[in-house]
Nanobody
Framework: QVALVESGGGLVQAGDSLRLSCAAS????????MGWFRQAPGKEREFVAA????????YYADSVKGRFTIARDNAKNTVYLQMNSLKPEDTAVYYC???????????????????WGQGTQVTVSS
């Protein structure tokens, strides 16, 4: 059974950085595409970033492009989200997601993922 566990969230000030980690188990990690999503209070869950199974392709939401970086370490079964220049509007619960991939595709719709972590809270104060 696939399990995803996020960590690294916290309370920071605007302009600070955080690195989120998502440790995966119960899967052959290198055959899964991964994504990060977030959900702010009162809002729907939204796409943040995605990476293909090999790590060579990435895709970002416009709102985080240039500030966030997604990366993965297939030897450690872990995907990361480096978040720089954080803004108060980045405040949300951040979730990682996984889906089996048979090619080099990346996926930005939450409906394309079938495994989810429990989320980690990121709060950015102004």
């Amino acid at each position: 059974q696939v399990a995803l566990v996020e960590s690294g969230g916290g309370l920071v000030q605007a302009g600070d950085s955080l690195r989120l980690s998502c440790a995966a188990s119960g899967l052959t990690f290198s055959t899964y595409a991964m994504g990060w999503f977030r959900q702010a209070p009162g809002k729907e869950r939204e796409f943040v970033a995605a990476i293909n199974r090999g790590g060579g392709r990435t895709y970002y939401a416009d709102s985080v492009k240039g500030r966030f970086t997604i990366a993965r370490d297939n030897a450690k079964n872990t995907v990361y989200l480096q978040m720089n220049s954080l803004k108060p509007e980045d405040t949300a619960v951040y979730y990682c997601a996984a889906r089996r991939s048979y090619n080099s595709g990346i996926y930005y719709s939450q409906y394309e993922y079938d495994s989810w972590g429990q989320g980690t809270q990121v709060t950015v104060s102004s």
